[in-house]
């Protein structure tokens, strides 16, 4: 994670070159990051569903399909995509006639704390009811726990005071190659479809691809419009769109600093400072599978004073959350074909 640096590269363009030749070309370079690869995959609305799925133990076609009223189609190509971003993995379970089934891989499982981050900010911060959707259980220590982004050296919660960050010898830049993915999800209230869930509301928050980049470049102290404007190579309309929509989500405050002519900035509150945490486990994870050993950012936790991998841990025993050692408490009455089998059995469940 790190500020964006757009380079806009105006080509030559000759004076009085004609209309319709040497167009000025310009192109955006992003500082390279590990998170956006996450935010990709996560705010494609269908994919996390079906990831989430997966967490609940589905693995198969028909069970996707009816848990989440999803068309054929659709999952056809999400469950091909994340095969192919190697989240999951298809294997063959039935010879006559020939059937396959869907397991997430070291990858994909390994998301999991990432999801859990999610789920805490959207239980802390965007709950409609009284009661979160689940209760998550540590099977480990047997608690119903929050789960907690900490310092991998001392274990402690971090928060976006008490981390600097320096670039690592994956620091560089690379062109925005694919414009489309900055799109806003065609239908964000997908994101509502199979079961009640906190991760779901965050991911409405963060959004696409520009919300989750304005996001990202506010924690490196970058809130002025034109700023964030020059940064990103932003339409003004489309950051104009995603910051009045931050705004109107708690996200950010808007504060005029300057009166003629008028200009505005945005900083965090204290709801958005809280996104930190989630931020930094999607980095982990990008960084752990995707950057090769060569990360582009190295985080430093100023309490301890030691360079540390954010770690989604249990708030009792600080240990690491994984989808095996989890059950829920569901605060929703489950559909009877979602019903998880395995991985983070829920034991009970409560009307709310
Ligand atoms: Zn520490
Ligand atoms: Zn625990």
């Known amino acids: 994670m790190s500020q964006v640096v757009s380079l806009r590269r105006h080509s030559p363009v000759q004076r009085g070159a004609r209309p319709g030749q040497a167009k000025p070309v310009r ?13 990709a995959i996560l705010s494609d609305s269908w994919a996390f569903l079906v990831l989430r799925e997966c967490y609940f133990a589905a ?8 848990a989440l009223g999803i068309p054929r189609a659709t999952l056809t190509q999400r469950l091909r995509m994340l095969t192919a971003q190697g989240l999951l993995r298809r294997v063959q379970y039935s010879e006559r006639p020939k059937r396959f089934e869907y397991r997430l891989t070291a ?10 981050a999610l789920l805490a900010f959207g239980d802390k911060w965007l709950k409609k009811t009284a009661k979160p959707p689940i209760y998550l259980v540590h099977n480990l220590c047997g608690e119903v726990c929050r ?22 010898p994956g620091a560089g830049v690379t062109p925005v190659v694919d414009a489309k993915r900055n799109r806003r999800p065609s239908d964000p209230t997908v994101l509502d479809r199979g079961r009640p869930s906190s991760v779901a509301q965050t991911l409405k928050v963060i959004g696409d ?14 809130r002025r419009f034109d700023d964030l404007q020059n940064k990103l190579g932003i339409a003004p309309n489309i950051l104009i769109d995603r910051l009045d929509r931050l705004v109107a989500e708690g996200i950010f405050k808007r504060r005029k600093y300057q009166d003629l002519p008028e200009r505005y900035e945005y900083p965090l509150t204290e709801k958005g400072k809280d996104l930190y945490g989630a931020l930094i486990a999607m980095l982990r994870w990008g960084d752990d599978w995707f950057a090769h050993g060569e990360v582009p950012l190295i985080l430093n936790h100023t309490d301890c004073g030691k360079d540390f991998n954010p770690a ?18 569901l605060n929703y009455r489950p559909r009877r074909d979602s019903r ?3 991985l983070g059995r829920p034991i009970a469940f409560e009307e709310s």
């Open 312 to 329: 989604v841990v249990c708030d009792h025993c600080r240990k690491p959350l994984k989808a095996k050692d989890m059950s829920y408490r």
């Open 147 to 168: 789960p907690m982004v900490a310092c991998s050296q001392c274990k402690e919660e971090v928060n976006v005071k008490t981390v600097i960050y320096r670039d690592g």
């Open 27 to 39: 192109a955006i370079y992003e500082r390279n990051c590990s998170v956006g690869r996450t935010v």
């Open 107 to 116: 990858v994909g499982l390994d998301l999991y704390p990432v999801f859990m």
């Open 340 to 342: 998880p089998l395995k």
């Open 59 to 66: 693995t198969r076609f028909e069970i996707f399909k009816s």
């Open 209 to 222: 691809r520009w919300t989750f980049m304005v996001i990202r470049d506010a924690f490196f102290g970058i």
